[in-house]
């Protein structure tokens, strides 16, 4: 069962970069004069990066992993390195990180745990992981592919509780959702959103997010894309090329749920949840109802990243490595940024006033406000 889930998740990688290979050619770039002020503050290489990774950003810090191993911590306000671990190992999944323990896990199924830039322990699991571990409350929570939900000590790395449930016999290889809402791990089942007790893993709670549909197991994928969004008691997510929709993490509940096929995470802010589709059709649906609020064709084929909500603005990276600024309200772009020419990949994310992003290149780069 267990080779059996590996193979299937590596099927469905495979179906993502087929499709990427068959893409049709990026709608040209319109000119843009800024309307508003923006610059890179400071870059860095970290080297290559072939999995989705998306930084981890707490108290000031930035931390970040290439393919080959190298975990490291960046001043978000200077681009200062902090500390360098090598893990000496390829790494398929990271980077979790609480502001004290920092977690990664490898291609041979190892997650490896860092205090303060330290390795501290190693442990082994049975499945591959794709979707960076969650590391809260002196524990570490790692999401396999096969969905099985593994929580360990901190500390010592002793393993807690595993949460193993019936499973599909085909699941995604993508990250998807774990994270925390007070004293409950969040944590994707397939299309649904699970509440689980973070001491004994049991299961409290499950709010569905789509509804599979299709023919055959591959068009009934409807995985929960991660990272999710979290406002207040709602959280927001996609389910892959199904349905985007929020959940009430209070009461456990499903809040709204709207058809919209995609692949990458969503962004949000108290009053509208921003996604792009397939096609890189970028819009915005009012958070409190699903309401489509604007729709953007500027952007078609791409190659969007996930988006971050900043302020007035969203912001998503594309495959030629442009930092795209859009407002909020409206959709029209407001200030464009270029990287290094690789796709930008995983989910930029914001420490204070800085936003960072990463580069399949293994380019780190922060943008600021002028």
């Known amino acids: 069962m267990k080779r059996r889930a590996g193979l299937a998740a590596l099927l469905a990688l495979s179906l993502l970069v087929g499709c990427a290979a068959d893409a049709p050619p990026p709608k040209p770039l319109e000119p843009l004069a800024p309307k508003i002020a923006g610059r890179m503050v400071w870059q860095a290489g970290i080297g290559r990066v072939d999995f989705p990774l998306t930084p981890a950003v707490r108290d000031g810090l930035v931390v970040v992993a290439s393919s080959w191993g190298d975990v490291q911590a960046f001043k978000a306000e200077t681009g200062e390195l902090w500390w360098r671990w090598p893990v000496g190992a390829q790494i398929s999944a990271g980077v979790g990180h609480d502001g004290r323990f920092t977690a990664v896990v490898t291609r041979d199924n190892e997650v490896v745990t860092l205090d303060r830039g330290r390795e501290v322990w190693r442990a082994r699991l049975p499945a591959s992981v794709v979707t960076p571990p ?21 500390v010592d790395g002793r393993r807690l509780w595993v949460l193993q449930r019936p499973n599909d016999p085909l699941t995604l290889a993508q990250p998807s959702v774990i994270g925390s809402f007070r004293n409950t791990l969040l944590v994707a089942q397939g299309p649904r959103l699970a509440g689980v007790d973070p001491l004994r893993g049991t299961v409290q709670w499950e709010a569905a997010l789509a509804t599979p549909r299709g023919s055959n197991e591959v068009e009934r994928l409807a995985d929960l894309v991660g990272p999710m969004v979290r406002v207040g008691d709602r959280v927001c997510m996609r389910a892959f090329q199904n349905a985007i929709g929020c959940a009430d993490a209070a009461r456990g509940a499903t809040l709204w749920s709207r058809s919209n096929g995609g692949i990458t995470a969503l962004a949000g802010d108290a009053e509208r949840v921003f996604g792009a589709d397939a096609s890189d059709r970028v819009s915005a649906w009012r958070a409190t109802t699903g309401d489509l609020l604007w729709s953007s064709e500027r952007f078609l084929n791409r190659g969007l990243s996930g988006g971050v909500a900043v302020g007035p603005v969203v912001v998503f990276g594309d495959r030629e490595g442009f930092v795209h600024f859009l407002s909020a309200e409206s959709g029209e772009p407001q200030l464009r940024l270029p990287t290094d020419g690789q796709p930008v ?21 922060a943008f600021r406000p002028n």
């Open 134 to 154: 969650l590391v809260a409350g002196e524990r570490v929570f790692v999401l396999a592919v096969d969905r099985a939900v593994h929580a360990f000590d901190a």
């Open 345 to 365: 990949i995983g989910t930029p994310v914001v420490s204070g006033q800085t936003l960072i992003v990463t580069t399949a290149a293994g380019g780190l780069f």
